[in-house]
């Protein structure tokens, strides 16, 4: 198994800056690509960036893409998500995932097995 505990949320102006961190233990962290999911309120939780094993590869959704920038430290255990030119529609409960898999479908949130407890990130307009 692995454990997920996300960190670095908070309270931000539009157009400011919030780095979330995941770091994992227990685990498969290095075999397993890490993606990051963000839940607001009275909506699904969307897909937001996803990293592969080697963090050689990422993927964005198209609300995130030119702004938002996924990294992952195998040597630490952690998974980042740097978030620049922060709107006040960002604003959500970040997840972490776990994904140990190959294959599937990268946005689809049933595909990841290992999930974070979640961190706020709230944007002021």
């Known amino acids: 198994q692995v454990q997920l505990v996300e960190s670095g949320g908070g309270l931000v102006q539009a157009g400011g800056s919030l780095r979330l961190s995941c770091a994992a233990s227990?685990?498969?962290?290095?075999?397993?690509?890490m993606g990051w999911f963000r839940q607001a309120p009275g909506k699904e939780r969307e897909f937001v960036a996803r990293?592969?094993?080697?963090?050689?590869?990422?993927i964005y959704a198209d609300s995130v893409k030119g702004r938002f920038t996924i990294s992952r430290d195998n040597v630490k255990n952690t998974v980042y998500l740097q978030m620049n030119s922060m709107k006040p529609e960002d604003t959500a409960v970040y997840y972490c995932?776990?994904?140990?898999?190959?294959?599937?479908?990268?946005?689809?949130?049933?595909?990841?097995?290992?999930w974070g407890q979640g961190i706020r990130v709230t944007i002021s307009s």
């Open positions: 995932a776990a994904d140990p898999k190959l294959g599937g479908s990268y946005y689809d949130p049933h595909e990841y097995d290992y």
């Open positions: 227990g685990g498969t962290f290095r075999r397993s690509a």
């Open positions: 990293i592969n094993r080697s963090g050689e590869a990422t």
